[in-house]
């Protein structure tokens, strides 16, 4: 279901303040968990690159979801969701949406891979100089021509050539149930100069910035009501 609020100062500031107060939580569980409280033998690979994220100029960037619903599961360890006993890491942030919701791109970049046998299901991975943002559980599938590969859902209106360029906020895909998934949602996945970054603070520091620059109108955020 699509959460619907009027668009008024009060209540856009209301939202925008509850978001933030979510991030700020999803931020100090996955500093647990990546600081070994859960787990001490985290590998340097999956220790995330907090600085780069803080520093980033993010007033051009997309909230990658259209019809959120909830953060679902957030970056670090947590119980394996297949129901074995075990922990496992998550590398990414899971943001909930109705199937068939838009996925939008994050930051402009070119498409570097296309897949659709992993456990990510259908997925993209757009690359933005030293970033890589990676989308799993996608509707559509991989395709090839005599052009090359590319990720297609023609339902969706969705056609993305490996090597594409895509700027930020273009329409991507759609959140599906493809690959190990128990309900539909967008696993968002950030890389850092080959490390992986929690999301929820690249998305704390676009809130930040975009809440208080004169782009607050076009706010990520606003995407949300």
């Known amino acids: 279901m699509q959460l619907k609020f009027p668009i008024t100062a009060f209540r856009k500031s209301f939202w925008r303040l509850g978001q933030l107060l979510l991030l700020l939580g999803l931020g100090i569980v996955s500093a647990i968990a990546v600081g070994g409280i859960l787990n001490p033998g985290v590998s340097a690979q999956e220790v995330p690159v907090e600085r780069a994220a803080v520093e980033g100029n993010w007033r051009n960037a997309s909230f990658p979801v259209e019809n959120f619903q909830a953060y679902t599961s957030p970056f670090g360890y947590r119980?394996?969701?297949?129901?074995?006993?075990?922990?496992?890491?998550?590398r990414g942030l899971d943001i909930a949406a109705p199937q068939g919701s838009y996925i939008r791109n994050w930051w402009a970049g070119k498409v570097v891979e296309v897949s659709d046998h992993t456990n990510c299901g259908t997925s993209i991975t757009i690359k933005s100089g030293e970033w890589q943002h990676i989308y799993c559980h996608m509707k559509g599938g991989v395709e090839t021509s005599a052009e090359g590969r590319y990720l297609s859902d023609r339902e969706g209106g969705i056609l993305l050539w490996l090597g594409q360029e895509i700027p930020a906020g273009a329409r991507i895909g759609r959140v599906g149930m493809t690959g190990r998934t128990t309900g539909p949602h967008l696993h968002w996945g950030l890389k850092y100069a080959n490390n992986y970054v929690d999301p929820a603070t690249v998305l704390r520091a676009m809130y930040e910035q975009q809440s208080t620059g004169d782009r607050a109108s076009a706010n990520t955020f606003d995407t949300l009501r």
């Open 79 to 90: 119980p394996s969701p297949s129901g074995s006993s075990g922990w496992e890491f998550h």
